[in-house]
């Protein structure tokens, strides 16, 4: 787990810092954030509606950087530019992303109300787009990997990924759940479908990472991320408890797991003679004794053997 999502977090950086330089040297000057095909995008991608949770998160006003250089009093206004801010990082679009982020250098030469000390504030708040589309991206991994399982059917006409991924549909809310809605619940069911859907996520994160390094922003912690939405997606531990208890096989196999406690393995594996607590005891490696030598059990004598 913790090699895989080391692997994609490098993945994620190298792809966007490419493609950001190569978007970046092609950007021409205007006051035109995005197009009428992105509009159109966002509109109709299932990937989008999972990631902002309404149908059209841009609107054409969203169009024209005078949009986002003004205050406004409306209350939505803050939850608009967001979503729209989410819409271009799940449609993958660097461009507008760029062209929001750069804006700072350029205010002054502009008309606006608003500072550019501001802007990063202003617009801070998107971030939690990416583990929605983290989310997706690992529940399309899932049905890639065991398509039937997945699909087999259950009561109530619902596909067996209700079953093995309850916490993906915890709610009618969940990421997952939006996700599957906007495909009318027929989800990507063969391999080259589903792979399609998650080189789209892929290109979501390169996007999500170019707007985060260029518009000032922190630094996402990727590793942490793909792991963490991981444990929560199969919610493995949680469903493992409530059947058989924290105690269970009387080790730490069920406890719950995070990404800073798969990060603590790894760093334990790494070779260092590890210290030892005084008077804690070590938990056993084998507790049920698979790797014992079985031992050969003596036949019991009759009376007659025994005299």
């Given at each position: 787990?913790r090699?895989f999502?080391?692997e994609?977090?490098?993945e994620i ?10 978007v ?8 035109k ?25 841009l609107?054409p ?8 250089a ?5 209350p939505d206004?803050?939850?608009?530019r967001l ?5 271009l ?5 660097i ?7 750069g804006?700072p250098?350029t205010?002054?030469h502009q008309?606006s109300?608003i500072d ?6 202003l617009n801070n708040g ?9 989310l ?8 890639d990997?065991?398509?039937e ?18 916490m993906a549909f915890?709610n ?31 290109e979501a ?5 170019a ?7 922190k630094?996402?912690n990727?590793?942490?991320g ?9 919610g ?8 058989e ?5 009387g ?6 797991k ?5 990060r ?8 260092e ?11 056993p ?5 698979l ?7 003596e ?9």
């Amino acid at each position: 787990m913790r090699r895989f999502a080391t692997e994609l977090a490098n993945e994620i950086e190298k792809a966007s810092d490419k493609r950001s330089n190569e978007v970046e040297a092609s950007l021409t000057p205007g006051t035109k954030v995005f197009s009428d095909r992105v509009l159109d995008k966002a509109h109709d991608m299932p990937l989008c509606f999972g990631t902002t949770g309404v149908e059209k998160p841009l609107s054409p006003d969203m169009m024209q950087m005078a949009w986002w250089a003004t205050k406004r009093q409306h209350p939505d206004d803050k939850a608009r530019r967001l979503k729209g801010i989410k819409a271009l990082s799940a449609c993958g679009e660097i461009g507008p992303l760029l062209r929001l982020a750069g804006w700072p250098q350029t205010w002054k030469h502009q008309e606006s109300d608003i500072d550019a000390s501001q802007w990063v504030a202003l617009n801070n708040g998107w971030q939690n787009s990416v583990d929605s589309i983290l989310l997706i991206l690992l529940f399309l991994g899932a049905l890639d990997a065991f398509p039937e399982p997945f699909f087999e059917e259950y009561p109530l006409q619902r596909g067996g990924f209700w079953f093995w991924a309850p916490m993906a549909f915890y709610n009618h809310r969940s990421i997952p759940r939006l996700y599957a809605l906007a495909h009318g619940f027929q989800v990507p069911r063969t391999t080259g479908e589903t792979r399609k859907e998650m080189a789209l996520c892929f290109e979501a994160l390169i996007a999500a990472q170019a707007s985060s390094l260029k518009g000032g922003y922190k630094d996402i912690n990727w590793e942490d991320g793909i792991m963490h939405n991981f444990l929560y997606l199969l919610g493995f531990e949680a469903w493992n408890r409530n059947r058989e208890g924290e105690s269970y096989l009387g080790c730490d196999l069920n406890t719950t797991k995070t990404a800073s406690s798969l990060r603590r393995i790894g760093q334990e594996d790494g070779g260092e003679e590890q210290k030892e607590d005084c008077g804690l005891k070590k938990k056993p490696m084998d507790p049920l004794k698979l790797r014992e030598a079985k031992q050969e059990v003596e036949p019991e004598l009759d009376e007659e053997g025994r005299c």
